[in-house]
């Protein structure tokens, strides 16, 4: 599976940006997805995951009510959207597939990732 991540770019303080990862494979509607992101100086951390059906997402404490992470299984897609943005969210975002079905926020448990998408707010 090959993940490529998009729309990251330079947004003031309360603005909302759309990151979005496309998949490659057949087997997409099968992938627990999730989105983390590694600020500078920074561990990678987990922000959301969505289950392999889009009935299940969790997010990190920090961006609850912000963040809403969705898929279309069709499209082979997944998306982050982020609202109300702060300069906290500063970071490289990074889209990652798990061929098992538990959702997770280990990012040692995710089997394939994207390059990622910076995402920069500014105050």
């Known amino acids: 599976v090959q993940l490529q991540a998009s729309g990251g770019g330079l947004v003031q303080a309360g603005g909302s940006l759309r990151l979005s990862c496309a998949a490659s494979?057949?087997?997409?509607?099968?992938?627990?997805m999730g989105w983390f992101r590694q600020a500078p100086g920074k561990e990678r951390e987990f922000v959301a995951v969505?289950?392999?059906?889009?009935?299940?997402?969790y997010y990190v404490d920090s961006v609850k009510g912000r963040f809403t992470i969705s898929r279309d299984n069709a499209k082979n897609t997944v998306y982050l959207q982020m609202n109300s943005l702060k300069p906290e969210d500063t970071a490289v975002y990074y889209c990652a597939a798990r061929r098992d079905r538990k959702a997770t926020p280990h990012r040692t448990e995710y089997d394939y990732w994207g390059q990622g998408t910076l995402v920069t707010v500014s105050s």
């Open positions: 494979g057949r087997t997409f509607s099968s992938y627990v």
């Open positions: 969505i289950s392999w059906s889009g009935g299940s997402t």
